[in-house]
C-alpha cells in the first residue's frame, strides 16, 4: 500500500524528505493538532490512542516529565496495534502528544525551596463554577502549557522500536480582565472541555495579554519542534526510516 503524508506546501528539509512515501500517524483524535500538522506540510494518518491517560500525576518528581509519559504510552500503544492488525503495512512513524497546563509558580524562589511548594495541574473543568474558579485564578497571572511529544519508529532490535521524547514550553499570560468578561466567557462554554478551562485561540484570546513560547504548543502541538526533532534524528541516524 502507498503511502504520503508530505503535502506540497512542507518545506524540503532533511526531516521532510525522509517522511516522503512513508506511512505517518497521528495518535490522537484533536483536530486542533491534525490542522498544525497539515499547516506546517504534513498531513497524517489518524488513529486515536485507547491508552486511558490515567497516569499518576503525583509519581512524576519532575511535573514536565508527566505530558511526556503520557505521549509516549499513547504512541507505543497505537504502534503496536497498528503493526499487530497488518504486520505487512506497519506505521513507519507514529505521534504522540499530550498538553497540559500547569499554574505558573517561578522555580527555586525562596518560598517554594522552604514549603516544597510546586505548580498545580489544571485539568478540564467539571462545571461553569469550576471554570470561573480557574479563569479567576488565572486572571492577571501566568500558566504554564506543557505539551509532551513521543515519536516512535521501527528499529531491527528489540522491541522492534525506538522512542524519541520531548517537552515543549510556553507561559501565558492573563490579562486583568473585570469579572463580567471572565463570567461571559464561562457562559459561552467555549472552556468547557479545554485544559485550564480556555482556548486560546478561540474567544479565550479575548482573556490573554501575550504568550512567551510558541503559540502552536499552547493550541496542542509544538510543531517547529516536532519538525526539528526530525532532522536531528536524520542527522543522528543514517537509518532513521529506512528499515
Same mark, same amino acid.
Given at each position: 500500500?502507498?503511502?504520503?503524508? =508530505?503535502?506540497?506546501? +512542507? @518545506?524540503?528539509?532533511?526531516?521532510? *524528505?525522509?517522511?516522503?512515501?512513508? &506511512?505517518?500517524? $497521528?495518535?490522537?483524535?484533536?483536530?486542533?493538532?491534525?490542522?498544525?500538522?497539515?499547516?506546517?506540510?504534513?498531513?497524517?494518518?489518524?488513529?486515536?490512542?485507547?491508552?486511558?491517560?490515567?497516569?499518576?500525576?503525583?509519581?512524576?518528581?519532575?511535573?514536565?516529565?508527566?505530558?511526556?509519559?503520557?505521549?509516549?504510552?499513547?504512541?507505543?500503544?497505537?504502534?503496536?496495534?497498528?503493526?499487530?492488525?497488518?504486520?505487512?503495512?506497519?506505521?513507519?512513524?507514529?505521534?504522540?502528544?499530550?498538553?497540559? =497546563?500547569?499554574?505558573? +509558580? @517561578?522555580?527555586?524562589?525562596?518560598? *517554594?525551596?522552604?514549603?516544597?511548594? &510546586?505548580?498545580? $495541574?489544571?485539568?478540564?473543568?467539571?462545571?461553569?463554577?469550576?471554570?470561573?474558579?480557574?479563569?479567576?485564578?488565572?486572571?492577571?497571572?501566568?500558566?504554564?502549557?506543557?505539551?509532551?511529544?513521543?515519536?516512535?519508529?521501527?528499529?531491527?532490535?528489540?522491541?522492534?522500536?525506538?522512542?524519541?521524547?520531548?517537552?515543549?514550553?510556553?507561559?501565558?499570560?492573563?490579562?486583568?480582565?473585570?469579572?463580567?468578561?471572565?463570567?461571559?466567557?464561562?457562559?459561552?462554554?467555549?472552556?468547557?472541555?479545554?485544559?485550564?478551562?480556555?482556548?486560546?485561540?478561540?474567544?479565550?484570546?479575548?482573556?490573554?495579554?501575550?504568550?512567551?513560547?510558541?503559540?502552536?504548543?499552547?493550541?496542542?502541538?509544538?510543531?517547529?519542534?516536532?519538525?526539528?526533532?526530525?532532522?536531528?534524528?536524520?542527522?543522528?541516524?543514517?537509518?532513521?526510516?529506512?528499515?
Amino acid at each position: 500500500m502507498s503511502h504520503n503524508a =508530505v503535502l506540497p506546501n +512542507a @518545506l524540503q528539509t532533511p526531516g521532510i *524528505e525522509r517522511l516522503r512515501n512513508k &506511512r505517518v500517524v $497521528l495518535a490522537s483524535a484533536s483536530p486542533r493538532r491534525k490542522e498544525i500538522l497539515r499547516t506546517l506540510g504534513l498531513d497524517p494518518e489518524v488513529a486515536p490512542s485507547t491508552f486511558p491517560e490515567n497516569l499518576p500525576f503525583s509519581s512524576f518528581e519532575q511535573i514536565h516529565e508527566y505530558p511526556v509519559a503520557t505521549a509516549t504510552q499513547k504512541a507505543v500503544e497505537v504502534y503496536n496495534r497498528l503493526v499487530e492488525a497488518d504486520p505487512d503495512d506497519p506505521p513507519d512513524l507514529v505521534i504522540g502528544a499530550d498538553t497540559v =497546563v500547569f499554574t505558573h +509558580a @517561578l522555580p527555586a524562589t525562596t518560598l *517554594e525551596m522552604e514549603t516544597g511548594t &510546586r505548580q498545580e $495541574l489544571l485539568e478540564k473543568p467539571t462545571s461553569k463554577v469550576d471554570n470561573l474558579r480557574m479563569l479567576l485564578e488565572l486572571n492577571g497571572g501566568v500558566c504554564e502549557v506543557v505539551s509532551g511529544v513521543s515519536l516512535v519508529y521501527p528499529i531491527l532490535t528489540a522491541p522492534g522500536y525506538a522512542v524519541r521524547e520531548f517537552d515543549e514550553r510556553s507561559l501565558v499570560y492573563f490579562a486583568d480582565n473585570p469579572r463580567h468578561i471572565l463570567e461571559a466567557y464561562v457562559e459561552n462554554g467555549e472552556g468547557a472541555d479545554r485544559a485550564g478551562g480556555f482556548a486560546v485561540q478561540g474567544l479565550g484570546a479575548l482573556l490573554i495579554r501575550k504568550i512567551d513560547g510558541d503559540y502552536h504548543n499552547v493550541v496542542g502541538f509544538p510543531g517547529a519542534a516536532f519538525f526539528k526533532m526530525l532532522d536531528i534524528l536524520v542527522e543522528e541516524d543514517d537509518d532513521f526510516l529506512t528499515i
